[in-house]
């Protein structure tokens, strides 16, 4: 059985088989969901609508393959995907009130569609051999890059880049235990995603209940020059 750092830093064989059809689809529909809900926020018109619904349905995705350059592009190889995030956008658009007596709901799904994608992203990086590293870089970038895309898109800085109830560092968590469960344990695939997606939500609700956020920059020089002066002080004596 191979080591944590062996995980973490080689390759291990895989297999050929990828995630099944249907939890691959159901990851880009939350996705376009939580992109739907946040144009309704916004009161954006129906063509902001849509374009939220791709972007966080499929944006993550884009980026991914991008990046890794193997295989197809996922939203070019199933076109199918781009229709439903449009159907998606245009059935939020015009049954938005419907969804705003439930003010968490947006968060909810949100947090989801980075579990599922951060599975989905790693499980891409397994199936091509990719190295541990390489495959949480690509299952944290596939759960996050919708909505970064969708930030960037609105304006605003990335929630990635704010202070946060540990966002990106909840689709770390999901690709981690993925790539432990399916590489180290064996385990079938659909437990481990649901594992991955589990592991995001509750490293999220854990955060938000506790209070816990993503530390904001803070400059030390002044007390490591402190530090260093008030050593200094000491050894002269």
Same mark, same amino acid.
């Given at each position: 059985m191979e080591t944590l750092l062996d995980i973490l830093s080689l390759g291990a064989g895989s297999s050929s088989l990828a995630l099944p059809l249907w939890l691959d689809v159901a990851s880009v529909m939350v996705g376009a969901i939580s992109g739907a809900l946040v144009a309704a926020e916004r009161r954006l018109d129906l063509v902001g609508a849509i374009?939220?619904?791709?972007?966080?349905g499929l944006g993550g995705g884009l980026l991914r393959d991008v990046i890794m350059q193997k295989g197809s592009v996922y939203m070019l190889e199933n076109p199918y995907v781009i229709t439903a995030c449009v159907i998606v956008g245009v059935f939020v658009f015009y049954f938005a009130r419907a969804v705003a007596h439930f003010p968490t709901f947006v968060d909810v799904i949100d947090i989801i569609a980075v579990g599922l994608f951060a599975v989905s992203g790693t499980d891409k990086a397994i199936v091509y051999d990719l190295g541990g590293v390489a495959c949480i870089l690509m299952g944290a970038l596939t759960g996050?890059?919708?909505?970064? @895309? %969708?930030?960037?898109?609105?304006?605003?800085?990335?929630?990635?880049?704010?202070q946060s109830n540990l966002y990106a560092m909840c689709g770390v968590a999901g690709s981690l235990v993925y790539l432990l469960l399916v590489r180290q344990a064996g385990a079938p695939r659909v437990l481990a995603a649901v594992a991955g997606v589990?592991?995001?939500?509750? @490293? %999220?609700?854990?955060s938000v209940h506790y209070g816990i956020k993503s530390p904001q920059g803070k400059d030390l020089t002044g007390a490591l020059l402190k530090r260093v002066r008030a050593l200094r002080g000491n050894t002269d004596r």
């Open positions: 374009s939220l619904s791709l972007l966080c996050t890059g919708g909505g970064m @895309l %969708r930030d960037v898109f609105l304006g605003e800085v990335p929630a990635i880049f704010r589990l592991a995001t939500c509750v @490293l %999220r609700a854990w």
